[in-house]
Nanobody, 121 residues
Framework: VQLQASGGGLVQAGGSLKLSCSAS?????????IGWFRQAPGREREFVAA???????YYADSVKDRFTISRDNAKNTVYLEMNSLKPEDTAVYYC???????????????WGQGTLVTVSS
């Protein structure tokens, strides 16, 4: 599975962005959980959100009620809608695929290249 993340950019605090994660090579419609992670400079990669093939969702406490993850299996795409963005949300955002129900990076087998989100104050 090849994953391609896109949609990052520069936004002011309080603004919104919508990230996309497109898969190619193999459909992830039924076999994978898709997660979003982020990594800020000098910090470890951290879990942001995940969505399962059952459409169950998981969120980090820091983004709950601000971010929404969704998936369109017909388009092999997962989205991360980010609202009320804060400067501390600034990071490179990665999408990843796993065969497990997991919120930790080592459990994810396939990774996209990342897209940079910068939130200015």
């Amino acid at each position: 599975v090849q994953l391609q993340a896109s949609g990052g950019g520069l936004v002011q605090a309080g603004g919104s962005l919508k990230l996309s994660c497109s898969a190619s090579g193999r459909s992830f419609s039924s076999a994978y959980a898709i997660g979003w992670f982020r990594q800020a400079p000098g910090r470890e990669r951290e879990f942001v959100a995940a969505i399962l093939w059952s459409l169950s969702t998981y969120y980090a406490d820091s983004v709950k009620d601000r971010f929404t993850i969704s998936r369109d299996n017909a388009k092999n795409t997962v989205y991360l809608e980010m609202n009320s963005l804060k400067p501390e949300d600034t990071a490179v955002y990665y999408c990843a695929a796993s065969t497990l129900i997991a919120t930790t990076a080592p459990s994810y087998d396939y990774w996209g290249q990342g897209t940079l989100v910068t939130v200015s104050s």
